[in-house]
């Protein structure tokens, strides 16, 4: 089976620090995916990855970065944390071009920015 | 952008079918699809449809697929209580696994 592991289940940051999100997959899928959950909003696409070093902005990307240096792992950054990125992250990973393929999720990193 | 909606809240007794209801704006979609969420938990996919389906049936999950209304739904016969989740519909019109959510719909299963 294939493995999304996010490093925390919960984070609680102050504003203005800078957080670190981190996500592996254990079946070196090509594509990899930040997505934040809010109630009422479901999930809303920040930052994907369709290559070791590629990067492009979903939706909502303002306020956050990420890094993808090796294929299994993508990370999400947030440069200086604020009130509103409080919310549910989830990681998650395809392989390459096939549409057939589902996304695999991590269990998701609850972050709290106070 | 492309649209996903999805009604917030459906409650159903244990055993009686449950119907979930998803529009969506983008007439390129190519694959729909179903995922539930358990607390706690991150998103697992049920079924998915191919565009070109009316209706699909794995077990006690039947997707009908109603493309000229952008219509998706999701039947779960004989309800229990492990169904009890948030069911998300998405859509994707490209091949790199991008999809477009819905706000989701909790599912409530009563006894």
């Known amino acids: 089976d294939v493995k999304v592991t996010q490093s925390s289940r919960y984070l609680v940051k102050r504003t203005g620090e800078k957080v670190f999100l981190e996500c592996v997959q254990d079946?070196?899928?090509?594509?990899m995916f930040w997505y934040r959950q809010d109630p009422g909003l479901g999930l809303r696409l920040i930052y994907f990855?369709?290559?070791?070093?590629?990067?492009e902005k979903g939706d909502i990307p303002e306020g956050y970065s990420v890094s993808r240096e090796k294929k299994e792992r993508f990370s999400l950054i947030l440069e200086s944390a604020s009130t509103n990125q409080t919310s549910m992250y989830l990681c998650a990973s395809s392989p390459g071009v096939d549409p057939n393929s589902p996304l695999h999720f991590g269990n998701g990193t609850r972050l709290t920015v106070t | 952008g492309e649209d996903v909606e999805q009604s917030l809240f459906l409650s159903v007794r244990e055993g009686d079918s449950s119907v979930i209801n998803c529009t969506y704006t983008?007439?390129?979609?190519?694959?729909l699809y179903w995922y539930k969420q358990e607390p706690g938990a991150g998103l697992q996919l049920l079924t998915y449809i191919f565009s070109n389906m009316d209706m699909k049936q794995d077990q006690r999950l039947t997707v009908l697929l109603n493309k000229k209304d952008k219509h998706l739904s999701l039947r779960i016969a004989d309800t229990q209580t492990g169904d009890s989740a948030i069911y998300f519909c998405?859509?994707?019109?490209?091949?790199?696994?991008?999809?477009?959510f819905g706000a989701g719909t909790q599912v409530v299963v009563t006894p």
């Open positions: 983008d007439s390129s979609s190519t694959y």
């Open positions: 990855s369709y290559d070791v070093k590629m990067k």
């Open positions: 998405a859509e994707t019109a490209d091949s790199w696994g991008k999809l477009q």
């Open positions: 079946m070196d899928h090509e594509n």
